[in-house]
């Protein structure tokens, strides 16, 4: 497992704030009501914002995230009691194969390593039913989002108390679809938090391969949220698939 890049307990409070529910919420909480799913898993759960607005009468949901400090705060925020946290990985799925729908969000998939991503999905497809949906998004390489990440597209200022006053990202290194950056969060007293991550772009025709052979079929891909075609201007894939 790698370090925490969200280590720092004064970033993890502005993640809600900056990643808030919203056309991909709407989405993922219309999945599951459609599947009248009883038994939900988040991988990647983060501050667990999603994983919480899951929790209905008669629904499992569980939260799974390798980030003590997201998890933490996870845990104190209202109707966290809800939901089974797990710290971990895919790694820590229990393969019980009852779960009707796993979900991915906020690019957890991209921070799976190309080494580790046929073990991840083999994971998502043990914990489902027969017939169960996986469902996750991934940012399409062809749209070269990466180059967007300077100091110039990216600065921000805030006007918060307690939060960064100067905010930026900056790509540190670009290889065959492997993509780090740092997002540098500067505060009243110098103090730069320095969030370094790594992202891996995999084309569509990839993730179908790497889907098909963890046991997933029917694999439908959309244009971003609301179920659009996939075109040449595509910048973000929504992946569904069903466990065969």
Not at 19 to 24: A, M, P, T, V
């Amino acid at each position: 497992m790698t370090a925490d890049p969200y280590g720092d307990e004064r970033l993890v409070g502005l993640y809600d704030e900056d990643n808030g529910s919203g056309d991909d919420h709407d989405y993922f909480l219309k999945l599951a009501d459609d599947l009248a799913a009883t038994k939900v898993v988040d991988l990647g759960c983060g501050t667990g914002l999603l994983t919480r607005a899951f929790a209905a009468p008669g629904r499992v949901v569980i939260g799974i995230d390798p980030s003590p400090t997201m998890l933490g705060y996870a845990r104190r925020q209202p109707g966290a009691d809800a939901v089974t946290w797990i710290d971990g990985d895919a790694g820590a799925i229990e393969g019980t194969g009852d779960a009707d729908l796993a979900v991915s969000t906020g690019n957890t998939m991209m921070h799976i390593s190309s080494d580790d991503l046929p073990r991840a999905l083999e994971a998502l497809a043990a914990v489902l039913r027969p017939g169960g949906v996986l469902s996750f998004e991934s940012r399409n390489p062809a749209a070269r989002a990466w180059e967007e990440w300077n100091p110039d597209a990216t600065y921000f200022e805030r006007g918060i108390p307690g939060a960064p006053v100067r905010e930026w990202m900056e790509v540190t290194e670009v290889d065959n679809g492997r993509v780090v950056f740092d997002a540098h969060n500067v505060f009243e007293d110098g103090s730069d938090a320095v969030s370094t991550c790594t992202l891996y772009f995999r084309t569509a025709e990839e993730l179908t391969a790497a889907l098909s052979t963890a046991g997933f079929t029917d694999i439908q891909i959309y244009d971003c949220w609301h179920q659009q075609p996939v075109t040449e201007e595509t910048r973000l894939f929504v992946f569904r698939a069903t466990k065969a």
